[in-house]
């Protein structure tokens, strides 16, 4: 609304000095200012943001994980320059309710892919209608993958390792908030995954290309969010879906019996106050499967379940906080010095939630995050992963990234 007045009284200004000084040929007339008027409350319909993220990583450690073991097991470690991704976001205000969003996302300098698209209709705060491609409120880091919305250079790998990060799926969306809450409740189709791995699970195969997606069964998400603590957002999310007949198809002649059900859930809460930031959360997910394919006498096939969870932790104090008052150069600059754990897991079918010990990771991570402005953030921290079944990864990264609405 400022910035809108501020742009009218610029062109009125404009126009009122330019007949003034007799520098147009015709005097400004009303329609001349309705013009000017029209443009900018056309403008202001219009918002553009994004943000986006440059790292760099040492791997002390030289094993390449995203590679697998043994490709580079000589080296005493190595380094690695990233882009993970840009993201311009494009809103249009239609009136009446109606809104449009699109978010265009470049990953690793390489891949362009559409992040979001939606039309809604707003009918009022408590109800609102979303069609198109969205990102998915799943877990902490779907919900709030802005990278001023976690300390670390680089984005937590708990959920990475078990549900898709950024989880973009095509479906209907139903909105809203009244006081201290909001809602989200989502239907589409269902998560598509017939085999699960301890280094797979749901997280490679949760997205597709956004212009086809096959369905033959549907998934429902849930999204709940509490702000009634002055500085406190406690959620809860989640995620239920049959995933087994999405793709798989069989002969005429073959019998099949397939009911893959998905279960996600996760809690969530961040404190922000006093210049004091903390956030947690807790994953737990489920894939039930039996199956049976019948070929031929004694050539049943079963398989059982698989069990995932992660949970994380982190804490950071701005030091700038009490400074910043009685420092004019220090006005609105953040300094957060902080920590982070992090610890996820799977487990065989045989083994329970509560008593799984397979494959089990812990991370921590300490640094800073200094923010010279409000819209930009640099970040250095140092981690040590710890894995179970094989030697740990110490690394070294450093990130700079900016987030901002520019009008």
């Not at 309710?97 to 939606?118: L, R, S, Y």
Request: with cysteine; charged share 20%; net charge negative.
């Amino acid at each position: 609304m400022r910035t809108r007045n501020i742009i009218t009284l610029i062109g009125l200004l404009f126009a009122g000095v330019s007949a003034n000084a007799h520098t147009v040929t015709h005097p400004v007339t009303t329609e001349d200012l309705d013009t000017i008027r029209q443009k900018i409350s056309a403008l202001s319909k219009v918002h553009l943001g994004g943000y986006g993220e440059a790292n760099f990583n040492y791997d002390f450690s030289g094993i390449n994980i995203n590679k697998g073991d043994g490709l580079l097991e000589d080296t005493k470690g190595h380094s690695n320059f990233s882009i993970p991704r840009i993201v311009l976001m494009l809103g249009v205000n239609l009136g009446k309710g109606w809104g449009v969003e699109t978010d265009i996302q470049f990953e690793n300098c390489k891949k362009v892919g559409i992040d979001q698209f939606w039309i809604e209709k707003l009918f009022r705060p408590e109800a609102g209608l979303r069609i198109g491609y969205f990102t998915l409120p799943v877990g902490a880091t779907n919900a709030h993958d802005d990278p001023m919305e976690f300390f670390g250079v680089n984005r937590p790998e708990g959920e990475d390792a078990m549900l898709p990060c950024d989880w973009h799926q095509a479906g209907v969306s139903f909105y809203g908030e009244k006081s201290d809450w909001g809602y989200e409740a989502i239907i589409i189709p269902g998560a598509v995954k017939s085999l699960f791995s301890e280094s797979e699970w749901l997280g490679l195969s949760g997205s597709d290309n956004f212009t086809y997606k096959k369905g033959n069964d549907f998934g429902v998400i849930g999204r709940v969010d509490n702000t009634s603590i002055e500085g406190l957002r406690v959620s809860m999310s989640g995620y239920w879906g049959v995933s087994g007949n999405n793709t798989i198809s069989f002969a005429d002649n073959h019998k099949e019996k397939i009911r893959g059900n998905v279960g996600l859930l996760s809690i969530e809460f961040v404190y922000d106050n006093l210049g004091l930031v903390m956030r947690g959360n807790g994953n737990w997910c489920r894939y039930s499967k039996k199956t049976v394919f019948t070929e031929g006498p004694g050539k049943n096939i079963r398989r059982g379940s698989r069990d995932m969870a992660s949970t994380a932790f982190e804490a950071g104090y701005n030091i700038l906080e009490n400074l910043g008052m009685h420092s004019e150069s220090l006005y609105n600059q953040k300094l957060y010095f902080f920590g982070r754990y992090e610890y996820w897991q799977g487990a065989e079918e045989a083994e329970t939630f509560l008593g799984f010990n397979w494959r089990n990771t812990q991370k921590m991570t300490f640094g800073i995050n200094y923010k010279p402005i409000n819209d930009v953030v640099i970040k250095v921290d140092y981690s040590h992963t710890f894995l179970s079944h094989r030697e740990g990864i110490p690394m070294l990264s450093l990130g700079v990234a900016y987030s901002g609405q520019f009008f």
